[in-house]
């Protein structure tokens, strides 16, 4: 039972708690196209790769689950995640399992114009997106919408590319610096980060996490408290059956005076997820009990509230040959 984890980067927590909850029973291998990845080093085996685009990746990854006995795999960055789905049954005939959801899912998720659309067609309350400038522009003269609001990439992760415009001069200066960009209202309400997991056998969902964001940092949750709240829970329940997802996703959220705005999902571990772990809910655990072929029984809600996560940094000194494999 030996787990592959894909672009590792700086997740070193993902590796150690997977490490920590497999126990013996299986191995942590760790994929990067950098030899700099402080979470290779915490994985029983490390891979240097070529980057995700090159021609030639997905063999490559094929070749270390075999070489490495791997039954799961999944990945941490976004556009990787719709790689894996497109390769789900070459995977499967391996004897892998992915850890995710669909290639639909994944793709819909990475493009927040789409993901906007579904949510609109479903009726949730979400935060307003438009691609067209002069339709935006005319929305704010209705009243519809008010600065300020950003500026970012339809299809982007990790917060990279984003803006914060005051007027209408800036929309144009943004839209003209580069192509595929939308606007998307600026929210002011409590901002809130769910992590949840649906079993990769029943399709059910199987757990659910809430925090308060105090701080953020690069895209990812610094600073956070735990918390519950019956009708999130029915809320994310229904997206869930909704949409069919599976395995980790994680969805941000605004509370805007009792009514909670979708914003986006990141169908994978999100970057506050050791909150979760530390707070007692184990999603390696569940990944386990997958691997192992059996389905889960849910736990929602199973957590104290007001644990409070504060991030920090740590340090990783590597000697000699010991980055080079």
């Not at 070193?12 to 920590?20: E, F, G």
């Not at 009792?258 to 979760?276: C, D, K, L, M």
């Not at 409070?308 to 080079?324: A, F, P, S």
Request: proline share 3%.
């Amino acid at each position: 039972m030996n787990v592959l984890v894909l672009s590792c980067g700086t997740r070193n927590k993902i590796i150690r708690y997977l490490k920590r909850e497999l126990a013996g029973r299986g191995r942590v291998v760790a994929t990067d196209m950098s030899p700099h990845a402080p979470a290779l080093y915490d994985a029983d085996q490390h891979y240097i790769v070529p980057r995700m685009t090159a021609e030639g990746y997905i063999d490559v990854i094929f070749e270390i689950c075999r070489k490495e006995q791997i039954t799961g795999v999944f990945s941490l960055i976004d556009p990787e995640l719709s790689l894996l789905a497109q390769h789900e049954e070459a995977f499967r005939e391996l004897g892998v399992l992915v850890f995710g959801s669909s290639y639909e899912l994944c793709e819909r998720c990475l493009n927040k114009w789409e993901m906007y659309l579904w949510l609109e067609r479903h009726g949730y309350a979400c935060v307003k997106n438009y691609i067209q400038k002069q339709e935006f522009f005319q929305a704010v003269r209705d009243g519809v919408i008010s600065y300020p609001v950003f500026v970012k990439p339809i299809c982007g992760s990790a917060s990279m590319a984003i803006s914060k415009a005051e007027d209408e001069e800036t929309i144009e200066f943004l839209f003209r610096r580069s192509n595929g960009m939308l606007i998307q209202e600026y929210q002011r309400g409590q901002e809130i980060g769910v992590d949840c997991y649906i079993d990769m056998i029943s399709g059910e969902l199987i757990s659910i996490f809430a925090k308060k964001k105090l701080a953020m940092r690069a895209g990812e949750t610094d600073k956070s408290i735990s918390f519950k709240d019956g009708p999130l829970f029915d809320l994310v329940g229904r997206f869930v059956r909704e949409s069919g997802f599976r395995g980790q996703i994680d969805i941000d959220l605004f509370d805007c005076e009792g009514t909670y705005y979708i914003s986006e999902v990141n169908p994978r571990f999100g970057g506050g997820y050791p909150h979760a772990y530390e707070a007692g809910v184990n999603h390696m655990k569940y990944m386990i009990c997958n691997l192992l072929g059996q389905a889960n029984v849910p736990e929602i809600g199973k957590y104290e509230e007001g644990i409070v996560m504060m991030k920090y940094h740590e340090l990783m000194m590597l000697r000699g040959e010991d980055h080079i494999r």
